[in-house]
């Protein structure tokens, strides 16, 4: 398929390596997906689900000790820890091929070695980034079929060059103790041995389009976030676009699929999803930010997913979707929890095991059927909120950045920053309190700057540093906003709706970044005017909208305390701009002085 002679030396050297019994290129048709497929369920790698009721649908189950993300064993990789610094675990180059090396050993015997060309962003875009993944899973090719743009013409684009990623992944033996997730950014290199988890083993998603491509970035100058973009239209038919970032459990992929409240519907308001997990940003010729989605899929978690929360995802994964560890019933039907319709009578959990309402553990547990990190591979143009510029080479304009966590009784439901070192001060010090029905330590904080704690893949204090000096480049950059949908009053219950009703801080978002909304100047920022705010037919009193902006400078100033023991592991390398948004902070909340503006 190739005349590249860098390419063809490197799959050589790696099946020398990994001993595969046979080489198959996937080309992007139609029918050698359809081949795939067919040997996938023949195999028992995948079952096919009832076309009926899931037309071109899969199941998929993956080892019971291989369900998530590895973070323990996943490797920066570079000449010199400083370099990976203090939040990536690192290991030496040298050290790790050498070691990955004895499991890659012979591990495709009997199996083939799939060469998947793929393209992260639409062919020709100046954002795009081409890669190569090596693998013995058909899943993998599959979902990475969904994922990615891949096939013969991304060779083509190619060409003779040698500037691609190079992604090499077996199972092996699917031992934990065997498992590494290995990224040398100096190398544009990333191997993966051991997992067939989607998040250890689609190579193009965090591995490349987040950890390489950050590494990758700072070089190039131009960033690499894991942010959702979503347009905003209006009754003018203006569109808006946004990106923003949010930790786990946060509700990421339910905004950027948001349906309007019948309010906002009814005035003619639209939303438009351009992408839910990760965005390029790039310097337009026009001074603004601009912004594209690498993917060309969706790679969503099951549970929780349903009419009320998603009703856009509902319809996305209709059709032509693979689900990873949900539910399967013996009809091939499919259910997982907190989603659509009762339970199954009976079915097979994700385990294998079979399964039936009300089944315990032996300290009175419920055993859910569906793995709680169980998971959907779907097109993103089945979703009928899909931008039509999505796959636009040029991306899309930002009109703000948005950042956001779960806190709940600190942060307010809005604000914007002062400035853009402000706006990255925020991004820096995001964090969520993890529940005590998930995590053991209810109230816990666990900081994620800009979302990108366990994605970043160098030194975090050069990630800010990068950032600070990134902004200053912008000719007219994007306003930076921070939103918590989760405050609680006392009784600890969430005193904001959520879900659809999210367009409403992110209309003012857009009104206050084009200077048409009021607002009122706090310690820690901007905060919506008194009624600017649209709550129209939104059952909401005065006290709690009190409550969602209060600000306490006791609690504030507890934060502080927080954000410098987190800052405090980057040592010197953390940058200035930082240190000067920290004392700016504290000198305002110890001033309090709250103005308007």
């Known amino acids: 398929m190739t005349q590249n002679r860098a390419l063809q030396q490197w799959v050589s050297e790696m099946a020398q390596l990994c001993q595969p019994e046979r080489i198959v290129w996937i080309d992007g048709t139609a029918e050698q997906k359809k081949v795939l497929e067919e040997e996938a369920v023949a195999s028992g790698e995948m079952i096919r689900l009832d076309e009926q009721k899931w037309p071109g649908c899969f199941y998929h189950r993956t080892a019971t000790n291989d369900v998530a993300r590895t973070e323990q064993l996943t490797y920066i990789c570079t ?98 103790n065997r498992r590494l997730i290995l990224h040398f950014p100096e190398d544009n290199t990333i191997w993966s041995v051991g997992s067939g988890y989607g998040g250890n083993v689609l190579l193009g998603k965090k591995c490349l389009s987040l950890r390489i491509a950050s590494w990758l970035s700072r070089r190039e100058g131009w960033l690499a976030e894991h942010m959702l973009i979503m347009g905003i239209e209006d009754p003018t038919g203006k569109i808006d676009y ?195 029905a998930q995590y053991g330590k209810q109230g816990q904080v666990r900081r994620d700057p800009m979302a990108m704690l366990p994605f970043c893949g160098y030194n975090m204090a050069d990630y800010f540093h990068h950032w600070l000096n990134f902004g200053k480049k912008i000719e007219k950059p994007p306003k930076i906003f921070h939103v918590n949908w989760f405050r609680k009053n006392e009784a600890g219950d969430f005193i904001w709706p959520g879900f659809g009703e999210n367009l409403r801080v992110l209309n003012w978002i857009i009104r206050r970044a084009h200077n048409q909304a009021g607002a009122v100047r706090t310690p820690i920022g901007f905060v919506p005017a008194e009624g600017e705010l649209d709550l129209t037919n939104l059952e909401i009193s005065g006290e709690t909208i009190e409550q969602l902006f209060a600000i306490d400078p006791k609690d504030w100033q507890k934060e502080l305390a927080g954000h410098s023991s987190f800052f405090a592991q980057f040592g010197d390398r953390l940058p200035q701009g930082i240190r000067d948004e920290y004392h700016a902070l504290k000198e305002r909340l110890a001033l309090e002085r709250i103005g308007t503006k």
């Open 242 to 436: 946004i990106a923003a970032a949010f930790p786990s459990a946060c509700g990421k992929t339910n905004l950027a699929m948001l349906i309007p409240p019948e309010h906002f519907r009814a005035q003619g308001y639209k939303v438009w999803t351009v992408g839910d997990d990760i965005a390029w940003l790039r310097i337009g010729e026009d001074g603004r930010l601009w912004a594209i989605n690498p993917e060309t899929g969706f790679f969503g978690v099951a549970p929780g997913t349903n009419a009320q929360s998603n009703p856009n995802a509902l319809a996305t994964i209709r059709r032509n979707t693979i689900f990873t560890n949900v539910l399967l019933t013996e009809d091939g039907d499919i259910w997982w929890e907190d989603g659509e319709g009762e339970p199954p009578a009976s079915g097979i959990a994700w385990d294998g095991r079979p399964w039936k309402p009300g089944l315990t553990d032996d300290s009175g547990r419920p055993i859910p059927g569906a793995h709680p990190n169980s998971r959907f591979t779907a097109p993103i143009v089945q979703c009928p909120s899909v931008s039509p510029e999505w796959d636009n080479p040029r991306g899309v304009p930002l009109t703000a950045i948005v950042f956001g966590g779960r806190r709940s009784r600190l942060a307010p439901l809005v604000y914007e920053t002062f400035s853009w070192q402000h706006g990255v001060y925020v991004g820096a010090t995001m964090a969520s309190e993890i529940t005590a």
């Open 79 to 176: 000449s010199k820890k400083e370099d990976a610094g203090p939040t990536n675990n690192w290991m030496k180059p040298a050290e790790a091929y050498r070691q990955a090396a004895l499991y890659f050993r012979g591990a495709m015997k009997g199996r083939t070695m799939y060469v998947i060309p793929f393209s992260m962003g639409p062919l020709g875009s100046p954002f795009s980034k081409i890669g190569i993944e090596l693998t013995d899973s058909i899943y993998v090719v599959l979902n990475m079929l969904i994922m990615t743009r891949a096939g013969r013409e991304i060779l083509e684009q190619l060409g003779e060059s040698d500037n691609f990623t190079r992604g090499l992944h077996s199972k092996a033996d699917l031992d934990p």
